[in-house]
């Protein structure tokens, strides 16, 4: 029989994630995928993909987050994203501090109290520079992969200033810089500082409180982490699957349940 319990969903602008967590709150069972744009239809696998696990869903409370939980009607209940990243990462962590959690098209600055409340937050939706994207769209001009940006980026000292904030005209000016003749990787290390130092002047707004803690899919990349730490002046704390951290959230409010 399977020992999941309680079941989270995180609907994201980029992907989607599942985590099933056992009767004691820890990860049973967790599946990723790039969000498609039938949404409906993904969820609907997702759900199997579950059941294939589980066995029959009836009786296993599910709660739903992210920009799409909207359309999960088979969601016990849905709760935000916000509220979900800081359960998930205090549940890991076991402390307060400031959380900042870079996702594919938005990211957030979330500050967490002792006890594990949002007392504070910021987000930017409004805009691709400051997520993941901004990255993912520049590294792709330069046919640089997802996972190849930060490591490439860390393998130069020097670096170049990218001057736009924008993410279109990042682009242009990326174009511009190869025809210059400077290398990629000091590019990519440009448009490394141009996020975090975007991230920093987010965190000025919440108010930075120690310690400082990532999550998100950008959370993987190795240059981010690193330059956000030179930024600020601050270690970063990172979970154990940052990228799961809004599905295990919500799984922990269905446990609840
Ligand atoms: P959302 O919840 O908004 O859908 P995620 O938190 O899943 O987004 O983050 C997705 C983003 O994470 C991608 O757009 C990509 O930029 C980034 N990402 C994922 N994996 C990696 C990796 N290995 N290295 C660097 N960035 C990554």
Redesign the pocket.
């Given at each position: 029989m399977s020992k999941i319990q309680a079941l989270g969903l995180?609907?994201?602008?980029?992907?989607?994630?599942m985590v099933g967590l056992d009767a004691e709150g820890e990860m049973a069972w967790h599946f990723?995928e790039q969000?498609e744009p039938l949404l409906e239809n993904q969820i609907a696998r997702f759900l199997e993909r579950a059941r294939n696990v589980t066995g029959p869903l009836d009786g296993i409370p599910l709660v739903a987050t992210?920009?799409g939980r909207g359309l999960v009607n088979q969601a016990t209940r849905t709760v935000t994203?916000i509220t979900c990243h800081a359960r998930g990462i205090y549940r890991e962590l076991g402390h307060g501090g400031t959380l900042v959690?870079?996702?594919?098209?938005?990211s957030k600055v979330i500050g967490i109290s002792p006890q594990g409340k949002v007392i504070d937050f910021t987000m930017n939706d409004k805009c691709a520079a400051g997520?993941?994207?901004f990255?993912?769209n520049t590294a792709s001009r330069l046919k640089v992969s997802?996972?190849r940006?930060?490591p490439e980026a860390l393998s130069v000292s020097d670096e170049v200033s990218i001057s736009s904030t924008c993410t279109v005209f990042a682009e242009s000016e990326v174009i511009s810089l190869i025809a210059h003749g400077v290398s990629i990787a000091s590019i990519l290390r440009g448009l490394h500082r141009s996020l975090v130092k975007r991230m920093v002047s987010m965190i000025l707004t919440v108010g930075l409180t120690p310690p400082l803690m990532l999550?998100?899919?950008?959370?993987?990349?190795?240059a981010?982490r690193q330059m956000l730490e030179e930024e600020t002046g601050q270690k970063i704390i990172l979970p154990h699957y940052?990228?799961l951290m809004?599905a295990c959230g919500a799984a922990l409010f269905a446990l609840d349940a």
């Open positions: 995180d609907v994201g602008s980029t992907t989607v994630k990723l969000a992210g920009y994203e959690d870079i996702g594919g098209q938005d997520t993941g994207r990255l993912e997802l996972d940006m930060g999550s998100g899919g950008v959370a993987q990349n190795p981010i940052p990228q809004g």
